[in-house]
C-alpha cells in the first residue's frame, strides 16, 4: 500500500518531470526522491518513468497511474473534510418526528431553511401525533420533534416554543356564516363539529372543546378524522364544520372558507413548540436547535 506521501511525490515528479525541480517543491533533496520513485515503481510492479541523462517522461503505465494518484489523493482529501466537518455538526442524518398539521407550512419552512445553512444534513422525517413522538423519543426512534403544547407526560423531554397560531373556523362555501371574515364562536352552537380523534391528537381535540366550553355550549361531535386535508375535504361536502391551526389555509380547496373566530383567546391561541431529549449531545441536533429560533 502506497503511502499519501508516495503518492505526491509521484505527482509532483510527473508534474515536473526533472528531479531537482520535483526535488526543491517537496522540500528533499533529489537522491531520496529518486529511491522513493524506484520503491513505489517496485511496489506497483511496472516502470512509471522513462529516465534520460536530461530528461524524464513518463511511461503509459505512469500517464494512467497520474490519473488514478490524483483521484486517490483527492478522495482522501475529501474523507478528511467530510470528517472534520461531521464533527462539527455540519453533515450527518437526524429523525425529526413531526405533528401532520405543520406540514403545511411550518415544516417546509424551517426545513428550506436549515437547508439553506446545512446542506449536506439530511432529515428522516416521520409524521406522528405529539403522543406517538413521546414513545419515538423513549425508543430512540426520533432526536427531535415538533409537537403541538400542552402535551402531558414529557417531562423528560426539553423544550422551545418555535410558533404560535390560532385556531380558525372551517366552513362550506355555502354556510350562512361564509360571508362573514370574522365569526364569534357562539354563533356555532348549533353546528356540528368535525374533531380529531382526542387519543391521537389530544391538544386540537381539547382546544375545540375548552374554546367552545368558553363560549357557552358543548360542541356536537360529528365524524372524526386525523388529518387535516381529509377534513377540509369533508367539510367541502357539508359533513360539517371545524375549527383548525390556521396553517390549514394552505390547504387550497374550492368548496370551504377559512375564517378568523373570536372568543376566549387562551383556548383559541395554539403554540408549536421543538422538543428533544437532553441526554442528545449530538452536534447535528444542537444545529438544528441554535438554527431555529424562538417563537
Known amino acids: ?12 515528479l510527473a508534474e515536473e518531470l526533472h528531479f531537482g525541480k520535483a526535488a526543491n517543491r517537496l522540500h528533499i533533496s533529489q537522491p531520496p526522491l529518486s529511491q522513493a520513485i524506484m520503491r513505489i515503481e517496485q511496489t506497483i510492479g511496472v516502470q512509471l518513468f522513462l529516465r534520460e541523462s536530461r530528461s524524464v517522461s513518463l511511461t503509459d503505465a505512469g500517464s494512467v497511474f497520474l490519473v488514478e494518484a490524483r483521484r486517490l489523493v483527492e478522495q482522501q482529501e475529501l474523507a478528511i473534510a467530510h470528517t472534520r466537518e461531521a464533527c462539527v455538526g455540519m453533515t450527518g442524518r437526524i429523525s425529526l418526528g413531526f405533528v401532520g398539521s405543520v406540514s403545511y407550512g411550518l415544516l417546509p419552512e424551517l426545513l428550506s431553511k436549515f437547508r439553506r445553512t446545512y446542506p449536506d444534513i439530511v432529515f428522516d422525517l416521520r409524521e406522528l401525533p405529539s403522543s406517538g413522538q413521546l414513545s419515538a423519543f423513549r425508543t430512540e426512534q ?3 420533534g415538533i409537537v403541538r403544547l400542552p402535551l402531558s407526560n414529557a417531562n423528560d423531554l426539553e ?7 390560532r385556531m380558525i373556523a372551517v366552513l362550506p362555501v355555502g354556510h350562512p356564516l361564509a360571508k362573514r371574515q370574522i365569526i364569534d364562536l357562539k354563533l356555532l352552537v348549533d353546528e356540528t363539529f368535525m374533531m380529531f380523534p382526542s387519543h391521537l391528537v389530544l391538544s386540537l381535540h381539547a382546544k375545540t372543546m375548552m374554546a367552545c366550553h368558553a ?3 358543548s360542541p356536537r ?3 372524526e378524522a386525523w388529518q387535516m386535508p381529509t377534513m377540509v375535504s369533508l367539510i367541502a361536502a ?3 364544520i371545524a375549527l383548525l391551526p390556521e396553517q390549514v389555509k394552505h ?25 428533544w431529549r437532553p441526554q442528545n449531545r449530538s452536534k447535528i441536533c444542537q444545529q438544528v436547535i441554535d438554527v431555529i429560533p424562538v417563537a
Do not use: C, W
Open 1 to 12: 500500500m502506497l503511502s499519501s506521501r508516495a503518492l505526491e511525490q509521484f505527482i509532483v
Open 142 to 144: 426520533i432526536e427531535l
Open 159 to 165: 423544550m422551545k416554543v418555535i410558533k404560535r397560531e
Open 215 to 217: 363560549a357557552g355550549f
Open 221 to 223: 361531535t360529528g365524524l
Open 238 to 240: 357539508q359533513m360539517g
Open 251 to 275: 390547504i387550497p380547496h374550492p368548496g370551504v372558507v377559512y375564517r378568523d373566530v373570536t372568543g376566549d383567546e387562551g383556548h383559541l391561541n395554539l403554540e408549536i413548540a421543538l422538543a
